[in-house]
């Protein structure tokens, strides 16, 4: 088996900027409106761009935590669908990758 721990430190150093990201995606969401309507609407159209920014980015971290998990327990590199091999590079390229060239591009 495969030595993952340069991967999983690449793993958690992402996890940690992303949840840099979400706290303060979620700290400007959380800011009181301006009073101005015409800010407030600007404000508006901001706040759905970041709601769209954190649902990305937790979704990314879900990813992220997945990939360590498989690490921790020893699946890392097994495709979850056919349970056949994941190359390394694609790995490397794609850390939170779950499948396979073959799967993934299946659909």
């Known amino acids: 088996m495969a030595s993952y721990e ?10 940690e900027t992303l949840s840099r990201r979400a706290d303060n ?11 101005d ?4 609407a600007n404000e ?5 761009v970041l709601d769209s920014l954190d649902e ?3 979704a990314e971290m879900a990813e992220v935590r997945h990939a360590v998990q498989r690490i921790d327990n020893g699946t890392y590199g097994r ?9 390394y590079a694609r790995l490397e ?5 779950a499948r396979c060239v073959r799967c993934a591009s299946a659909g």
């Open 6 to 15: 340069a991967l999983r430190a690449e793993l958690l150093s992402r996890l």
């Open 79 to 87: 495709c979850e669908h056919c349970g056949g091999d994941i190359s």
């Open 93 to 97: 390229a794609l850390p939170g990758a």
């Open 37 to 40: 309507w015409v800010e407030r």
């Open 56 to 58: 990305v980015t937790l």
């Open 25 to 35: 995606i979620e700290a400007d969401l959380r800011k009181p409106g301006d009073r």
């Open 44 to 48: 508006i159209e901001n706040d759905e």
